[in-house]
Antibody, heavy 118, light 110 residues
Framework: QVQLQESGPGLVKPSETLSLTCTVS??????????WSWIRQPPGKGLEWIGY???????YLNPSLKSRVTISVDTSRNQFSLKVSSVTAADTAVFYC??????????WGQGILVTVSS | QSALTQPPSASGSPGQSVTISCTGT?????????VSWYQQHPGKAPKLMIY???KRPSGVPDRFSGSKSGNTASLTVSGLQAEDEADYYC??????????FGTGTKVTVL
């Protein structure tokens, strides 16, 4: 059974960079059959796709966030990571990592709340 | 890309059916048979319920079904049960390696 687990700071100051890591167990990020994605959900609001990465390092990002987002993969640790720069209060959200199989998100992490506040 | 449009709420009594719509454009919902649906209970991660418009993952009850016509996809929950009360989100591939989610629908079991 594939499991994903997000980790990182729960509090980030405005203008700083948010950094999260997703650790995958029960499966390999090296698998060529899947992509690895980040999604966020502001409190009380809907889901927003952030972007995804292939094991080769190819990344695909939401155009609305592209200028501030970096996604990377560490195949040796079976992890992938997210960085969002120049954060504001509007970036406060629960961040989920998820696996993409073909065209859908089939496995999700439990989510991690990141609050942007001084 | 803009979020797909869903009604904010839907409701039904136990045993009844409820249908949720998800309206996009010819660049996303209408252009690909890559619509999926997710159920989210409060404080929990979303769970895949339907993929590729009308396919159910193993373990999802057959009370859940999906369809699509033009730029609008739909999720129907038949034989509503108390545990079906949750938020539901649609998602679609939107071309150029992009994805988009719907605005979400809160389903209430009366």
């Amino acid at each position: 059974q594939v499991q994903l687990q997000e980790s990182g700071p729960g509090l980030v100051k405005p203008s700083e960079t948010l950094s999260l890591t997703c650790t995958v167990s029960g499966g390999s990020v090296r698998s060529g059959s899947y992509y690895w994605s980040w999604i966020r959900q502001p409190p009380g609001k809907g889901l927003e796709w952030i972007g995804y990465i292939y094991y080769s390092g190819s990344t695909y990002l939401n155009p609305s966030l592209k200028s501030r987002v970096t996604i990377s993969v560490d195949t040796s640790r079976n992890q992938f990571s997210l960085k969002v720069s120049s954060v504001t209060a509007a970036d406060t959200a629960v961040f989920y990592c998820a696996r993409i199989r073909e065209s859908y998100f089939d496995y999700w992490g439990q989510g991690i709340l990141v609050t942007v506040s001084s | 890309q803009s979020a797909l449009t869903q009604p904010p709420s839907a409701s039904g009594s136990p045993g009844q059916s409820v249908t949720i719509s998800c309206t996009g454009t010819s660049s996303d919902v209408g252009g690909y048979n890559y619509v999926s649906w997710y159920q989210q209970h409060p404080g929990k991660a979303p769970k895949l319920m339907i993929y590729e418009v009308n396919k159910r993952p193993s373990g999802v009850p057959d009370r859940f079904s999906g369809s699509k016509s033009g730029n609008t996809a739909s999720l129907t929950v038949s034989g509503l049960q108390a545990e079906d009360e949750a938020d539901y989100y649609c998602s679609s591939y939107a071309g150029d390696n992009n994805y988009v989610f719907g605005t979400g629908t809160k389903v209430t079991v009366l």
